[in-house]
């Protein structure tokens, strides 16, 4: 069985903003994942989001979405939505759906 690495933002973007993505994809290969919401909100820097456009294209990385009424979109809004949450800290987007999807 192949594991896959999930990434956040803050993780994925240390690596596009030292020009370092290359690591990465020395260390796992084509095993890599984003969550849709870590590709959002990459795409904010023009220059990351076209690094990460190569990766996807090149076969390094895929951009994974969360299936409405999955249990990991529930577990995602759980902790991201002020109005679902009763006892769970929130915490960003991008966290969040690597959080669930790593699940």
């Known amino acids: 069985m192949t594991e896959v690495i999930f990434f956040d933002t803050d993780c994925i973007s240390s690596f596009l903003w030292t020009k370092t ?31 990460i ?15 409405v009424g999955s249990e990991e979109n529930n577990l995602y809004l759980d902790l991201t939505d002020y109005t679902r949450s009763s006892k769970l800290a929130l915490i960003g987007k991008g966290e969040a759906a690597a959080i669930v999807l790593s699940k």
């Open 21 to 51: 993505e290359h690591l990465l994809i020395h260390c796992f290969g084509n095993d890599m994942i984003i969550p849709r919401q870590v590709y959002n909100e990459i795409s904010s820097v023009p220059h990351l989001q076209q690094k």
């Open 53 to 67: 456009d190569v990766m996807v294209n090149n076969g390094n990385l895929k951009i994974e979405d969360l299936l």
